[in-house]
């Protein structure tokens, strides 16, 4: 039954970590937060993206920590896990990366200009790492 929540609360964090990646994007394909109809909401919807992707990478890590040693033991053998460690681990880092310059970067007037390749960078890391767990798990 905890396995059964744990899981549950994986594949949600999952969702909602990749629904902020997808939606930093969609916004980064717009020319800027000042081309943009409506620029407060857009830098809203970038902060709300940011602590959405946090939560969901923390929750992310602290359940599949849980999970692994409870249904597999604490050695999964293969390149798939240890892949998707590397990728999740490189997620990881650019998702609290972002959540620690970000007011940096808007008190002093904007995001650098490698922004969009450090989103694409966690966008492609998350879709590996879930191939990889895929592979490492099935």
């Known amino acids: 039954m905890i396995y059964a929540i744990l899981k549950m609360l994986h594949l949600l964090a999952l969702v909602f970590g990749a629904a902020a990646s997808l939606g930093n994007i969609y916004l980064l394909l717009a020319r800027g937060p000042h081309d943009l109809p409506a620029p407060a909401l857009a830098n809203a919807l970038r902060k709300w ?3 959405t992707a946090l939560g969901a990478i923390l929750l992310l890590w602290a359940t599949g920590l849980v999970m692994l ?3 597999h033991g604490f050695r999964v053998e293969g390149f798939a896990l240890n892949a ?11 998702v609290f990366y972002l ?3 970000a007011p940096v970067w808007a008190r002093r007037g904007g995001p650098p200009a490698y922004l969009p390749a450090l989103h694409l960078t966690g966008a492609a890391s998350l879709i590996l790492a ?3 767990a ?3 798990f099935a």
């Open 84 to 94: 998707k460690i590397a990728l999740a681990g490189l997620l990881l880092a650019i």
């Open 49 to 51: 993206y940011r602590l």
């Open 134 to 136: 895929v592979a490492a």
């Open 99 to 101: 959540n620690w310059k």
């Open 69 to 71: 040693p409870m249904r």
């Open 130 to 132: 879930v191939i990889f």
